[in-house]
């Protein structure tokens, strides 16, 4: 419990200490425990600390998510407890809200010899209200995925989620963004094996805004 803290309180310390950045409504992460259909935007890097009960993954982790173009992203996560890298990526074929589809894959550990998880989403995105529904493959099993996100406004998201399967959950989480950069989202998993365990989960997130998605034209643009 004392780590815990000792861990969160430096996060904290450290992402204020780079808040000088440029600034735009940070997005949110995922949900709880699901990737989202939508992408993260062009040019934009987050950075995130990631504490969890270690039932539900690698303890302490540190997780870099890059939009390299607007219609795909990179991510991988750096954990601790064990030692292991793990990469994920996502392409969007369709980004235009309300209607969002994407594939990709996530869980891809080379280091421990886990293989990548494909998967497919898709999301209904209105300006409060985040539909998801998606399928992935894991092992020698399918498994369903289900969100749905509720934005009060720019600063206040609650959300809940759940992944079929041994080893999976159902949650309920919020996100805060403190800041135009900088989010938190703890979140609560009920395990879907029984017994079922109830299990804590908090992750901090800082967005940095490296170069801009905008393509510079002459013509007007006709979004």
């Known amino acids: 419990m004392q780590l ?10 450290l ?35 990631q504490i969890q009960d270690k039932r539900i ?4 982790q540190i997780q870099a998510e890059l939009g390299l173009t607007k219609w795909a992203e990179a991510a991988v996560f750096k954990g601790f407890d064990p030692n292991e890298l793990i990469f994920g990526t996502e392409i969007g074929l369709i980004q235009k809200e309300p209607y969002l589809l994407s594939i990709g894959f996530v869980n891809w550990s080379p280091h421990s010899h886990v293989d990548p998880q ?11 209200q985040k539909f998801i529904v998606g399928a992935t493959h894991v092992d020698y099993r399918n498994e369903a995925i289900l969100g749905y996100a509720y934005d009060f406004n720019e600063t206040w998201r609650v959300q809940v989620d759940f992944q079929s399967g041994s080893g999976n959950s159902s949650t ?7 800041t135009k950069d900088f989010q938190v989202n703890p979140a609560i998993y009920v395990t879907n094996d029984s017994p079922h365990e109830v ?3 908090v992750v901090f997130t800082y967005t940095f805004h490296l170069w801009s998605g905008k393509e510079k034209s002459s013509t007007p643009s006709t979004k």
């Open 199 to 201: 299990l804590g989960y």
């Open 4 to 13: 815990w803290r000792f861990l969160a309180l430096r996060s904290l310390i």
């Open 118 to 128: 494909p998967l497919i989403e898709a999301g209904y995105y209105t300006e409060h």
């Open 172 to 178: 309920i989480g919020f996100a805060w963004n403190i």
């Open 15 to 49: 992402i204020a200490a780079l808040a000088a950045a440029h600034s735009s409504f940070a997005t949110t992460k995922g949900l709880n425990q699901i990737v989202t259909p939508d992408l993260q935007p062009e040019g934009e890097l987050s950075l995130s600390l």
């Open 57 to 60: 993954a690698n303890p302490y």
